[in-house]
């Protein structure tokens, strides 16, 4: 059994279009309705900077600054019934223009690393700007997928960046023509380490995933999506780490000139990609219909969530913006179930409240208008 992970209070001050807003909340759902344009999307988008990154709309520090607020900076505050019990979340920025730089307490107490979120609560989110995830580019789909495995595992980000900032380095001494071997030895088993850690904790995910998804019993409402992670070692992870890293490490080693006439590094876990199939039809997720294509992506949120709950032992807080849209009454309803059955608090947004009438008294109400909140 999960235990309860919820909100019960939101504060913000010159976060995008509020100037300043307060909610008082309780451990039910929360559905936010209102005009497109009025700030719902804004007030989920302060609840993912609960968690480490850059949000769910991945923007600068700078861009989420209330214009004209720019001296002062943003900030959020909450208080959370989390997994290591009540605490009290302060971010924000300090400094100014390139020094510009994230700041976080925990119950008034500066912390190091925002990374420390995570003892407290996991933050998943659904937003219409990823409907287009099947059809998109590969980096949507990997950028997708690490915040899959993020919510499991938390220094995945870390050695996500560590491995990107490698590259960058090997990069550019491979286009300034500088082979010094030394210099590169060092940086390509970084980067032997740091890519076979990652793709390791990417595969292990999706077999979790996987194993969770065939157990459950089919839900008509909701597809099944049958995934698959290729581009990088494939099949090659049945071995042991250390061999995997050897090889990857040779394999940088011989491509040094190769990689150095495009300009970039040709292997890697940043070459990888998801690929998801309708498993009941069989089918590409990208050759279905939209609808399919949403449905697909709701199951399988729901699916990493419900993992996200047995792995942890509470379920994460969800985000779901304009989740109703394109859902007919009995989808909705059996989302709405599926959701409650999850033991998680969720946020959902619409522009009609009657969308969320299935939630009946499972929720609280607010509506949203020109950046105030009633």
Known sequence: MTSKVFLTRLKLNAFRNYAEASLRLDQ???VLTGDNGSGKTNLLE???????????????LSDVTQVGAENIGFSIFAEVTGMDGDVAIGTGVEGEGETLSR?????????KSVDELTDHLRVLWLTPS????????????????DRLVLSLDPS???????????????NRLLSDGRFDPLWLEGIEKQMAELGISMAVARHEMLGLLRA???????????PTASLTLSGFMDGEFHRPAVDLEDEYLALLKDNRYRDAGAGRT???????????RHAEKDMDAGRCSTGEQKALLVGLILAHAQLTANMTGHAPVLLLDEIAAHLDEGRRAALFDLIHALGGQSFMTGTDASMFSGLQDRAQFFNVSDGSIG
Do not use: C, Q, W
């Open 103 to 111: 700041r976080l307490r925990l119950n008034g107490t500066p912390v």
């Open 28 to 30: 039910r759902h929360v």
């Open 156 to 170: 995945h980000g870390r050695r996500a960046s560590d491995f990107e900032k490698a590259m960058r380095g090997r």
């Open 266 to 276: 040709l292997e890697g876990p940043h070459r990888a990609d998801l690929y998801v």
């Open 212 to 222: 969770l998804i065939e157990s459950r019993e089919n839900d008509a409402n909701f």
């Open 46 to 60: 302060a609840i993912s900077f609960l968690s480490p990154g850059r949000g769910l709309r991945r923007a600068t």
């Open 130 to 145: 990823m409907d287009g995830l099947f059809t998109g580019s590969s980096s949507d789909r990997r950028r997708f997928l």
